[in-house]
């Protein structure tokens, strides 16, 4: 049976390549996509949605629209210099043709949910104010869904925006603190296994070549990404974060995870950084072990991955 996902999104050049995998692999149904801010602005997001889903031949997959900002904090610019101003290395886009669902993401995963109770697995690669939205509207929700994939926090490797803190947690770590300690079935995908996926050059001709249209936007738009690794992080290449996460859903035997507790710092200077305390694990004082228990990948074989990827896509 497929994997009935909604994924959430923020797109950004390493969302594309996954939602790219979400819109062909045989295993999995999608349901709908719904966006964020975060590597752009949210109505950037959503156009790059519909567009993608276009380009596809894949009209019929629904495209909500969700959170603008963060639930508390004030938002912080969207990273241009990293994924070019319209989200895709500043190329240029056909016309997109296609409209948003009516519905909010937060009420479009609501229903989803709601129709499908234990077949719907969320999978989330951006700032995750949609699920905590949801959560706010529908409590109810965490005893329905199938499972919730987060591509996000840093377990041993790290920050990528502060020394501690993962980009869609520090975007907005009140709503990330609802999501990873709200009792549903989780699974964290962070840096500690992002880090380790490196997605070439080769493999992108391979993609290019067999995605068509969407391919040569998939291709043209990691040129800009790629160039932002090399330069800032001395990397051939660029790390496919968002595929990673479908990549644990479809071949989770290639990471290995650990259960555990999280939380979510939410002030001060090491606001956004994920604490991850592992399953009985004794420490000097119970709190960090008080959250529901969830899922970390700690490894992964990283070749493996991107292999993986573009052999989806090619």
Same mark, same amino acid.
Not at 135 to 155: F, H
Not at 213 to 230: I, K, M, N, Q, T
Not at 277 to 303: H, K, M, N, Y
């Given at each position: ?32 996509? %719904? ?10 997001? %959503? ?25 508390? @904090? ?8 990293? *994924? ?59 005893? @329905? ?57 080769? *493999? ?36 496919? *974060? ?13 990471? %290995? ?58």
């Amino acid at each position: 049976m497929p994997h009935s996902i909604i994924f959430d999104t923020d797109p950004g050049v390493d969302d594309a390549q996954a939602i790219a995998i979400a819109l062909r692999h045989p295993e999995i149904e999608l349901l709908g996509l %719904t966006t964020t801010y975060g590597n752009v602005d949210v109505d950037t997001a %959503t156009h790059n949605a519909l567009l993608l889903a276009q380009l596809a031949g894949r009209d019929d997959v629904p495209v909500a629209q969700g959170a603008a900002g963060p639930l508390v @904090k004030a938002r912080h610019p969207a990273p241009a210099h990293i *994924h070019g101003a319209n989200g895709l290395g500043d190329i240029q886009l056909p016309e997109v043709t296609g409209q948003a669902d009516p519905r909010s993401a937060a009420q479009f995963i609501v229903d989803t949910i709601n129709a499908r109770p234990g077949e719907v697995t969320l999978v989330a690669v951006g700032p995750v104010g949609n699920l905590a939205a949801a959560l706010q509207l529908d409590p109810a929700i965490t005893e @329905k869904v199938e499972r919730v994939v987060i591509m996000g926090g840093s377990i041993r490797e790290g920050g990528n925006v502060t020394p501690v803190a993962e980009a869609n947690m520090f975007n907005d770590p009140d709503a990330a603190s609802r999501v990873l300690t709200a009792g549903w079935p989780l699974t964290l995908v962070g840096l500690d296994v992002t880090h380790r996926c490196v997605l070439s050059e080769s *493999h992108m001709e391979r993609i290019a070549a067999g995605q068509g249209e969407l391919g040569r936007v998939l291709a043209d738009s990691y040129a800009f990404y790629r160039d932002f690794y090399r330069e800032f992080l001395g990397i051939d290449g660029c790390c496919p *974060h968002d595929s990673c996460a479908l990549a644990w859903l479809l071949r989770p035997e290639l990471f %290995t995870t650990a259960p555990g507790h999280l939380n979510v710092v939410t002030r001060g200077e090491a606001e956004g950084q994920t604490i991850f305390a592992p399953e009985g694990r004794a420490f000097i004082a119970p709190r960090w072990s008080q959250t529901p228990l969830v899922e970390a990948c700690l490894e992964v074989d990283g070749d493996a991955v991107v292999e993986w990827i573009a052999d989806t896509l090619a």
